[in-house]
């Protein structure tokens, strides 16, 4: 290199004002405050010195979409407009009779499952898991990945959450641990519980964890503990709280966990809890009632997530109670329905729940025996034959369900099958 | 570099990632990277308050266009860049024209004295006598500058962010050196920079 170049470049090494920080913590918290105003907003044009190349770029786009009815997104087509027929593709009629075009599917949907087995003793349950990947394939849709355990995306990888084993003095803990994914090594062996439905040891189960839901970088993780009487106890985490560990901690509220205060703020939180009353988990019958929502789980009813609070008031277990709050976007995305309930109960009388995806065009209808994927174009939920069904075992229920969307499906794809263990 | 392979992740970002969390994460790494090249276009501290705000919102909103066709610094780098000219352009047309800008643009004003003007208003804040040379300059030269040598970009990398051929890179490349080491003599010799 030219040695002026390298003068240069050491003198114009800090920025132009040296060590002094032209990008404080305060313009930083600024900007999070801004963002943190837009994503509870619906996005508009917001930058009032672009408003009018905005508006204009967005009415060319909304006259195109009228006009053409497909996507501007990059990807696939919504609808391949080179195919299009007035008869309806085999397989992919619309509720209404004809369809033009056949449809193509932009969002792959990732499910964690969980189901609750007997053990070879009272106390002694447990919980088997395996996640699986839906996503397009050969036109329609498939499952394209499929392994035990919870694979979940967090952050900068796929994380594993497994259930570990732990023994001592002979008795047996069973907790869950979560850690970045790895593909699975034919030399390694595999951790306890993860490659097969875990066979329970017949030692008495002193503690016990399980997964109850799983999101963008929160769990609900339901406990157990069996030393002296049983108790439950109920909470939401973070991803990275979920380490290995040989024992749950004493007392409870020592646990890692996230409250309601600190995920919504003393504001929120506080008027949400005052009416319900209710007991800390490990606290005396006296004892102040819980204003923070320090014991509470994401649970899944009809059609979408929901937050509740635990009350202890029983001392040695935990009611669940509605709360009156909506899960943020950094909890849950994503959880709108896009198909009508009625729509939904029409094509499959047995449903009990539903997913659909941010791109519209696809619905998974769970009910007892299994999960069935539906096309859903146009507002329009397919009444023909799934296109994929899932058989679900005995008591099986979804504990995730995470989307990606466009050019991401490829790469969910390709690296999702590289990590789960292909049964 | 270390930052760009903690941002490996977001080539496989799902509609469910916390954006939030990954945008304040972005601000961590590159914040500082992103308001130094706005006041290095504007040469204003407040437009490059509003620029690196709306840089970052704007990467909110599309988080998921990163098509991973560059590395995510340039993406940011050039995103701001187009920030920033966008900035001026509407100034311009507005008919204000920020003190600060090069004397090849903003006619009849003496660089020196404007950053001198903007380095008394800024009070305490000193920029460095090669930063205050490299301010002088007309914008393209500037910006291939400030690239180059603060931001130690490739050739390849610096045509992403100013969305011009390698060549044009190299040839502004070439008459910045030539313009710094010119006002850095006349500097020598006595006389301030025109």
Same mark, same amino acid.
């Given at each position: 290199?030219?040695?002026k170049?390298n003068?240069?470049?050491?003198e114009?090494?800090g920025?132009?004002?040296?060590?002094?920080?032209?990008?404080?913590?305060? *313009?930083?918290r $600024?900007?999070?405050?801004?963002?943190?105003?837009e994503?509870?907003? #619906?996005?508009?044009? $917001?930058?009032?010195?672009?408003?009018?190349?905005?508006?204009?770029?967005?009415m060319?786009?909304?006259v195109i979409?009228?006009?053409?009815?497909?996507?501007?997104?990059? @990807?696939?087509?919504a609808?391949?407009?080179?195919?299009s027929?007035t008869?309806?593709?085999?397989?992919?009629?619309? *509720?209404?009779?004809?369809?033009?075009?056949?449809?193509?599917?932009?969002?792959?949907?990732?499910?964690?499952?969980?189901?609750?087995?007997?053990?070879?003793? #009272?106390?002694?349950?447990?919980?088997?898991?395996?996640?699986l990947l839906?996503?397009?394939?050969?036109?329609?849709?498939?499952?394209?990945?499929?392994?035990?355990?919870i694979l979940?995306?967090?952050?900068?990888?796929?994380w594993?959450?497994?259930?570990?084993?732990?023994e001592s003095?002979?008795?047996?803990t $069973?907790?869950?641990?979560?850690?970045?994914?790895?593909?699975p090594?034919a030399?390694a062996?595999?951790?306890? @519980?993860?490659?097969?439905?875990?066979? #329970?040891?017949?030692k #008495?189960?002193?503690?016990?964890?399980?997964?109850?839901?799983?999101?963008?970088?929160?769990?609900?993780?339901?406990?157990?503990t069996?030393?002296?009487?049983?108790?439950?106890?109920?909470?939401?985490?973070?991803?990275?709280q979920?380490?290995s560990?040989e024992?749950?901690?004493?007392?409870?509220?020592?646990?890692?966990?996230?409250?309601?205060r600190?995920?919504?703020?003393?504001?929120?939180?506080?008027?949400?809890?005052?009416?319900?009353q209710?007991r800390?988990?490990g606290?005396?019958p006296?004892?102040?009632?819980?204003?923070?929502?320090?014991?509470?789980a994401i649970?899944?009813?009809? @059609?979408?997530?929901?937050a509740?609070?635990?009350? %202890?008031?029983?001392g040695?277990? %935990?009611?669940?109670?509605?709360?009156?709050?909506?899960?943020p976007?950094?909890?849950?995305?994503?959880?709108?329905?896009?198909?009508?309930?009625?729509d939904?109960?029409r094509? *499959?009388?047995?449903?009990?729940?539903a997913?659909s995806?941010?791109?519209?065009?696809m619905?998974a209808i769970?009910?007892?025996?299994?999960?069935?994927?539906?096309?859903f174009?146009?507002?329009?939920l397919?009444?023909?034959?799934?296109?994929?069904?899932?058989a679900?075992?005995?008591?099986?229920?979804?504990?995730?369900?995470?989307?990606?969307?466009?050019? %991401?499906?490829?790469?969910?794809?390709r690296?999702?099958?590289?990590?789960l263990?292909?049964? | 570099?270390?930052?760009?392979?903690?941002?490996e992740?977001?080539?496989?970002?799902?509609?469910?990632?916390?954006s939030?969390?990954?945008?304040?994460?972005?601000?961590?790494?590159?914040?500082?990277?992103?308001?130094n090249?706005?006041?290095?276009?504007?040469?204003?501290?407040?437009?490059?308050?509003?620029?690196?705000?709306?840089?970052? !919102?704007?990467?909110?909103?599309n988080?998921?266009?990163?098509?991973c066709e560059?590395?995510? =610094?340039?993406? !940011?780098?050039a995103?701001?860049?187009n920030m920033?000219?966008?900035?001026?352009?509407?100034?311009f047309?507005?008919?204000?024209?920020?003190?600060g800008?090069?004397?090849?643009?903003?006619?009849g004003?003496?660089?020196a004295a404007?950053?001198?003007?903007?380095?008394?208003?800024?009070g305490?804040?000193?920029?460095?006598?090669?930063?205050?040379?490299?301010?002088?300059?007309?914008?393209?030269?500037?910006e291939?500058?400030?690239?180059?040598?603060?931001?130690?970009?490739?050739?390849k990398?610096?045509?992403?962010?100013?969305?011009?051929? +390698?060549?044009?890179?190299?040839?502004?490349?070439?008459?910045a050196?030539?313009?710094?080491?010119?006002? =850095? +003599?006349? =500097?020598?010799l /006595?006389?301030? /920079?025109?």
């Amino acid at each position: 290199m030219d040695p002026k170049d390298n003068e240069l470049q050491k003198e114009l090494e800090g920025g132009p004002f040296g060590p002094q920080d032209g990008f404080s913590e305060h *313009l930083k918290r $600024r900007i999070e405050q801004r963002i943190d105003e837009e994503s509870q907003k #619906p996005r508009k044009p $917001r930058v009032a010195w672009l408003a009018s190349v905005s508006a204009a770029l967005v009415m060319a786009s909304a006259v195109i979409v009228f006009s053409h009815w497909q996507s501007l997104m990059d @990807g696939p087509l919504a609808f391949d407009t080179a195919a299009s027929s007035t008869e309806a593709p085999e397989g992919h009629p619309l *509720l209404h009779g004809t369809v033009q075009q056949q449809p193509s599917f932009r969002a792959a949907l990732l499910l964690g499952l969980r189901t609750d087995q007997p053990g070879p003793q #009272p106390g002694a349950e447990y919980s088997t898991y395996r996640t699986l990947l839906i996503a397009p394939q050969d036109g329609g849709l498939g499952k394209t990945a499929e392994g035990a355990g919870i694979l979940m995306p967090y952050k900068m990888n796929f994380w594993s959450i497994v259930t570990e084993s732990h023994e001592s003095a002979g008795e047996e803990t $069973r907790t869950l641990a979560a850690s970045m994914a790895k593909a699975p090594s034919a030399s390694a062996p595999a951790a306890p @519980g993860l490659s097969s439905p875990a066979v #329970p040891q017949a030692k #008495p189960v002193k503690a016990s964890e399980k997964l109850l839901f799983a999101g963008n970088r929160y769990l609900t993780v339901a406990q157990k503990t069996n030393e002296g009487s049983p108790h439950e106890y109920v909470w939401v985490k973070e991803v990275e709280q979920l380490t290995s560990r040989e024992q749950l901690s004493d007392p409870p509220l020592r646990e890692p966990h996230v409250s309601l205060r600190s995920l919504f703020g003393d504001a929120v939180a506080s008027p949400a809890m005052k009416p319900l009353q209710v007991r800390l988990p490990g606290e005396p019958p006296s004892a102040t009632r819980d204003q923070a929502g320090e014991s509470w789980a994401i649970v899944r009813k009809q @059609g979408h997530w929901a937050a509740q609070a635990a009350d %202890y008031t029983d001392g040695s277990r %935990y009611e669940l109670k509605d709360l009156s709050l909506t899960l943020p976007a950094s909890v849950v995305a994503h959880d709108r329905l896009a198909a009508s309930w009625a729509d939904i109960k029409r094509v *499959l009388p047995s449903a009990l729940d539903a997913f659909s995806s941010p791109t519209e065009d696809m619905v998974a209808i769970v009910s007892e025996r299994d999960i069935a994927v539906y096309p859903f174009h146009g507002g329009q939920l397919a009444s023909s034959a799934p296109l994929v069904t899932i058989a679900l075992n005995r008591s099986e229920t979804v504990v995730m369900a995470q989307w990606a969307l466009d050019n %991401y499906v490829d790469e969910w794809k390709r690296r999702v099958k590289g990590l789960l263990e292909e049964k | 570099m270390e930052s760009e392979a903690n941002f490996e992740y977001l080539k496989y970002l799902s509609s469910s990632s916390d954006s939030k969390a990954i945008v304040a994460e972005l601000m961590t790494a590159y914040g500082k990277d992103v308001w130094n090249y706005a006041y290095s276009i504007t040469h204003k501290r407040d437009q490059a308050d509003d620029i690196t705000q709306e840089v970052f !919102l704007k990467v909110f909103r599309n988080l998921y266009s990163f098509r991973c066709e560059s590395s995510v =610094k340039t993406w !940011l780098l050039a995103i701001t860049r187009n920030m920033s000219l966008d900035y001026r352009r509407s100034a311009f047309l507005r008919k204000v024209v920020p003190i600060g800008f090069s004397p090849f643009e903003s006619a009849g004003a003496s660089a020196a004295a404007s950053a001198s003007a903007e380095e008394e208003a800024l009070g305490k804040m000193a920029l460095s006598d090669t930063w205050r040379l490299v301010l002088q300059l007309p914008v393209k030269y500037r910006e291939v500058l400030v690239l180059f040598a603060h931001y130690q970009l490739s050739m390849k990398e610096m045509a992403e962010v100013l969305g011009v051929s +390698e060549g044009t890179v190299k040839s502004r490349l070439f008459h910045a050196r030539n313009k710094i080491s010119k006002l =850095k +003599e006349k =500097k020598t010799l /006595g006389s301030e /920079g025109q």
